[in-house]
């Protein structure tokens, strides 16, 4: 019996190979469709919430608050393995905070609606990871650090974009290829058993296209033909710059009303949230010298030791209403210091038990608050009140001696 096996000609080069990563199926990209919107929606709208809720908080962008950006710097900034660069950065604190929230808005609402989509969870993993690198990577167990989780949810999108439904992205490609008298650039899935029945080259196992190699999903000459675009998935050329200038127009047009609706936002949260200001705490009985143009702080412990326990500095210090800082000398940790009623110290180790930050004192709500991941502690125990942290603050016993000066025992 003769063999079907095609012959192949020594003469013909055979043209390279070209196989996706990990043998990914051919044209990955496009296959999300449904099975990510629930995805692309949850993270839409918990990136732009969190955008706005930066921009609605008076306190988000006041250095002088537990719960400011600057604050969330400087109190990861002891503990982040970029600490160097963060450190040089909080003088910029303002600024990369309004970047931030507005970066948040807009990547939120771009994921929401399916507008260049996978540029946006580019933008959303970017951003996650920078924030566990400096809020959550001491975050024990390492998953209850929401940062690390938010990381790996947007790089399925990043890899195989939004998906079709319920996109602008969609809606262009689909309006632009119209505009140009092509046709739709609809997908549809279906198996490569299929795709074998149909297609005129296959030969029993065997691709005649390919010379007789076997025939394989990874490198069907069919199925690689003609590479999409990333975003809006249509092979025309013209039709794919009237998509990118379809694309740009409704990015605009989004983005402007984005940041309309984030200028209203922190205006109404300013007016209803800001009437109370927030004090930032003093030294306790340290010399403080900020290094120019370095915006940064460098804090002499005056500590001495007596019979009274390790004196700290003046109880004058700490302000009724308010609180102080100053350094454990046992363990080098920062410790806070709060004089919430006349005459009455509260005192604890001020690292936080989540994942390391320095918890600050919030007048408002008196409480003792993180600004890294929101937990809150109570003033009088130390007990966590909510947030992720394990368990309460480690309680410090200072008292005021009859020189007027606090101590620690
Ligand atoms: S470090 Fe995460 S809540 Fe404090």
């Known amino acids: 019996m003769p063999s079907t096996r095609p012959v192949r000609s020594p003469s013909r080069a055979r043209a390279p190979e070209r196989r996706l990563p990990l043998n990914a199926p051919v044209r990955a990209w496009a296959m999300s469709e449904w099975a990510l919107l ?138 632009a290829a119209k505009m140009e008298g092509a046709p739709p650039p609809a997908l549809v899935a279906i198996p490569f058993i299929k795709v074998q029945q149909l297609c005129g080259h296959f030969n029993r196992g065997r691709c005649n296209a390919r010379e007789g190699l076997r025939c394989e999903a990874a490198v069907c000459p069919i199925l690689l033909g003609e590479r999409a675009p990333m975003v809006t998935r249509v092979t025309i050329d013209s039709v794919d710059r009237r998509s990118l200038v379809l694309g740009g127009a409704a990015a605009a047009m989004v983005g402007t009303t984005a940041a309309l609706m984030g200028g209203a936002v922190a205006a109404v949260g300013r007016a209803i949230g800001g009437a109370k200001p927030a004090v930032g705490p003093n030294q306790l009985g340290a010399t403080t010298t900020t290094a120019a143009g370095a915006g940064k702080t460098t804090t002499t412990t005056n500590a001495t030791t007596s019979a009274l326990g390790t004196k700290l500095g003046p109880a004058s210090d700490v302000p009724v209403g308010n609180a102080a800082t100053f350094s454990i000398p046992s363990s080098g940790d920062p410790g806070i210091v709060v004089q919430a009623v006349k005459g009455q110290f509260e005192a604890y180790d001020a690292v936080c038990p989540h994942a390391g930050c320095t918890v600050g004192y919030y007048a408002a709500n008196q409480v003792l608050a993180c600004p890294c991941h929101g937990s809150q502690f109570m003033l009088d125990t130390g007990a966590v009140i909510n947030g992720p942290a394990p368990h309460g603050l480690t309680k410090l016993n200072v008292t005021e001696g009859p020189d007027g000066n606090l101590y620690l025992k």
């Not at 609605?56 to 109190?75: E, H, K, R, T």
């Not at 990577?137 to 319920?166: K, M, N």
Request: proline letters at 5%; a positive charge.
């Open 38 to 175: 629930p995805l692309r929606v949850f993270l839409g709208v918990t990136f732009a919430y969190a955008g706005l809720q930066k921009l609605a908080n008076p306190n988000f962008l006041n250095a002088a608050s537990p719960v400011s950006i600057q604050s969330q710097m400087i109190a990861s900034a002891r503990i982040s393995p970029i600490h160097l660069i963060l450190s040089h950065l909080v003088q910029f604190a303002k600024p990369l905070g309004l970047v931030i929230a507005l970066g948040e808005v807009a990547i939120g609402v771009g994921t929401l609606v399916g507008l260049w989509t996978r540029a946006a969870a580019l933008g959303g993993a970017v951003l996650s990871f920078t924030l566990f690198l400096t809020v959550s990577f001491h975050a024990s167990p390492y998953f209850t650090g929401a940062d690390i989780v938010f990381f790996f949810a947007w790089l399925p999108l990043v890899l195989a974009g939004g998906g079709s439904r319920l996109s602008i992205d969609s809606w262009i490609a689909t309006r």
